[in-house]
């Protein structure tokens, strides 16, 4: 569907020997330091989510100066104005939340849960907002002569790996129920 430019495959490593000098950290503690590493990449995912977001803003905002319809300008259309809003108010809070999840890692404090929100909320706003930016561009947004049909194609696998959006809502139930 997307992410064209990087090869998906699976990977196994069955009966595979590793050296007792190649494990990083003590051994049996592999799982706790992979998921210690998915808080971070999940700050990555929800950087990427709320940039892919601003473009789909951007071209979505830039296209209803130049179209018209009835005799005015789209953007002078409440209703299309309000849809724009509502994208804006979903980019800006998006980013809201993975720099409060970056600040309390670079500030080396607890962040799992604010790795989990800010992931859950960048990639279900950016499927949001692309799938609008279609929208805005009416059917020429569901053609490839402009950008927005493959921002959204390219945010569905957002809300997919680094481990689904309903995953991080398991997480973040659980951190609260700590
Ligand atoms: C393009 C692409 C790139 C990828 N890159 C990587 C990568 O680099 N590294 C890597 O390790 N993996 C990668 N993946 C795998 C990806 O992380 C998994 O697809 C993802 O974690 C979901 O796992 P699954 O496909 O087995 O779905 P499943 O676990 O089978 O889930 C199916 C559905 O059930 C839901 N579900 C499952 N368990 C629960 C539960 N307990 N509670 C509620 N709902 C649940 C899921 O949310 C989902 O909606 C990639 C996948 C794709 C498509």
Not at 28 to 50: E, K, P
Request: charged share 20%.
């Amino acid at each position: 569907m997307g992410l064209h430019a990087i090869p998906t495959t699976s990977a196994f490593w069955d009966d595979a020997p590793l050296a007792t000098d190649r494990l990083i950290g003590a051994e049996g503690q592999g799982l706790q330091i992979a998921f210690s590493a998915l808080d971070s990449g999940r700050l990555g995912v929800a950087a990427c989510a709320t940039g892919l977001a601003q473009a789909a803003l951007d071209a979505a905002t830039a296209y209803p100066h130049e179209r018209t319809t009835f005799g005015r300008r789209i953007i002078d259309h409440q209703g299309l104005g309000f849809l724009l809003a509502d994208m804006a108010a979903a980019v800006d809070s998006a980013r809201a939340t993975y720099v409060d999840a970056a600040r309390r890692r670079d500030h080396g404090r607890p962040y799992t849960r604010q790795a989990s929100v800010a992931k859950l909320t960048a990639t279900d706003a950016a499927m949001k907002v692309t799938t609008d930016a279609v929208q805005v561009f009416g059917g020429y947004g569901y053609t490839r002569d402009f950008p927005v049909e493959r921002y959204m194609r390219e945010a569905k696998i957002m809300q997919i790996f680094e481990g689904t959006n309903q995953i991080q809502r398991l997480i973040i139930s659980r951190q609260l129920a700590h």
